[in-house]
């Protein structure tokens, strides 16, 4: 273990310690974050009378929309000069969200990560090929510090040049890779097209993450590359990579307890739900002094355990992310996540793991279009009998099957685009034949 005292304490001695933070942290923004103090003094808290852990509950949640209104730097809770980095969000929907550190933060990020690497194998003498992003998102630089203080030599790639990624692998013989999966699938296709096999390069591991991903999936990248896929959990608002991560267990992933306190809500109500049910995934950050956040809420699903995992660490474990609450689809009356549909779809034999879901309106109603890709020699028809009825009786809705030649759909250097909205196109279009 990287941290064996943080990583095995016990239940009691750890919600002492999360406690005494969360006084600090609340005390800490109270005084330096405008925002925040409005927020405590139209409930009148005092962070002295916070005397257990279900007293978090009073305090108000924070949204990614509070983020953009305080654009750029409105919940800070440091001077400029005590900033030492910026991160920032695309902001492809609106502003972005901006994000700071201090270099106390900054310590605290890398040595998460160093733990989570350990926790899954990870050795100071390995070789990590970092295909991440670098620059404002936070993926590439937050496992690149991560990394660098385990000790580990790093390979900065960055996402892209997929050419040169595959030489750079045969070269220098990497023992693990991370990266986005949907790019981890395009890289080792396109090794293939080169004339290499995956399974025959250096790599032994890969971390895995910035976008949703299955079990299914996880089984393919396994089976493509050779290699054991861990997932990685992180948002740049909490910290970035290294929120969570699996270890070799691969059981769920370790909460870093000492820097956040994780709860699981009722999306529609906001109320506590029970150890073991899925929903929305709420952090508090305990030790951060640039942007110490208090109740985000992330908008992802997924559940808690506090049960010891078989490795031995006694940290809260979260399962694998279901879905967002913004990605659920309601198709005739029927709640469907697209990780549910990637579920189902990659069991099928004679498609590729590259998909889409357009989602049209048909007569007033939600519908989905599934694009799908064919591996060669498939027959389309026969395939598609199999795949309606799989989606029919596991996800119980109905799809509109699409199905595409090999390489038919694009593939990603990033984040894959999984999702295509065409419902105002249809409801334009619909109205135009109407109009007709």
């Known amino acids: 273990m990287y941290n064996e005292i943080l990583e095995t304490m016990e239940a009691e001695e750890r919600s002492r310690l999360q406690l005494a933070s969360l006084r600090e942290t609340v005390r800490h923004v109270m005084e330096h974050v405008p925002f925040y103090q409005t927020r405590f003094m139209e409930r009148g808290l005092n962070p002295e009378e916070f005397q257990t852990m279900a007293d978090i509950q009073k305090?108000?949640?924070?949204?990614?929309?509070?983020?953009?209104?305080?654009?750029?730097?409105?919940?800070?809770?440091?001077?400029?000069?005590?900033?030492?980095?910026?991160?920032?969000?695309?902001?492809?929907?609106?502003k972005p969200t901006v994000v700071g550190y201090t270099q106390s933060d900054l310590d605290d990020w890398s040595k998460a990560v160093a733990r989570g690497l350990v926790a899954i194998g990870a050795e100071k003498t390995d070789l990590l090929h970092n295909a991440y992003g670098y620059g404002l998102f936070t993926g590439g630089l937050g496992l690149h510090s991560g990394a660098e203080k385990l000790g580990m030599t790093i390979v900065p790639v960055s996402g892209g040049n997929t050419d040169r990624q595959i030489t750079l692998i045969e070269d220098f013989q990497p023992r693990g890779i991370c990266g986005t999966p949907s790019y981890m699938l395009h890289l080792a296709e396109r090794m293939e097209e080169k004339g290499f096999n995956p399974k025959a390069s250096s790599l032994r591991y890969g971390i895995f993450g910035a976008e949703p991903w299955s079990e299914e999936l996880r089984k393919t990248l396994e089976n493509k590359w050779g290699i054991r896929a861990f997932d990685i959990y992180g948002l740049s608002e909490i910290m970035g990579p290294g929120v969570a991560m699996e270890c070799q267990e691969q059981n769920g992933l370790h909460l870093m307890?000492?820097?956040?306190?994780?709860?699981?809500?009722?999306?529609?109500?906001?109320?506590?739900?029970?150890?073991?049910?899925?929903?929305?995934l709420v952090f508090t950050s305990l030790?951060?002094?640039?942007?110490?956040?208090?109740?985000?809420?992330?908008?992802?699903?997924?559940?808690?355990?506090?049960?010891?995992?078989?490795?031995?660490?006694?940290?809260?474990?979260?399962?694998?992310?279901?879905?967002?609450?913004?990605?659920?689809?309601?198709?005739?009356?029927?709640?469907?996540?697209?990780?549910?549909?990637?579920?189902?779809?990659?069991?099928?034999?004679?498609?590729?793991?590259?998909?889409?879901?357009?989602?049209?309106?048909?007569?007033?109603?939600?519908?989905?279009?599934l694009h799908i890709e064919l591996e060669p020699g498939t027959v389309a028809e026969e395939l598609k009998r199999g795949i309606c009825h799989a989606m029919k009786t596991e996800c119980l809705i109905s799809v509109d099957l699409i199905c595409h030649p090999p390489y038919g759909l694009p593939r990603s250097e990033g984040k894959a685009v999984r999702i295509i909205d065409r419902r105002a196109m249809s409801e334009k279009k619909l109205f135009k034949q109407r109009r007709n």
């Open 59 to 94: 305090l108000p949640f924070t949204y990614k929309s509070d983020l953009r209104e305080q654009y750029p730097f409105g919940l800070f809770a440091v001077p400029p000069q005590e900033t030492v980095r910026i991160h920032a969000s695309s902001g492809t929907s609106g």
């Open 287 to 369: 030790k951060k002094k640039a942007l110490p956040i208090i109740r985000y809420r992330t908008g992802d699903l997924a559940s808690v355990t506090t049960k010891m995992c078989g490795c031995g660490r006694t940290t809260t474990r979260m399962s694998r992310v279901k879905g967002r609450t913004d990605d659920m689809m309601i198709i005739r009356g029927v709640n469907v996540f697209p990780s549910e549909i990637e579920r189902v779809l990659l069991q099928q034999p004679g498609v590729t793991p590259h998909y889409q879901i357009h989602r049209i309106q048909r007569a007033g109603l939600e519908a989905l279009e």
């Open 257 to 280: 307890d000492d820097l956040f306190i994780t709860e699981v809500i009722d999306p529609a109500t906001g109320e506590p739900l029970p150890e073991g049910m899925v929903g929305e």
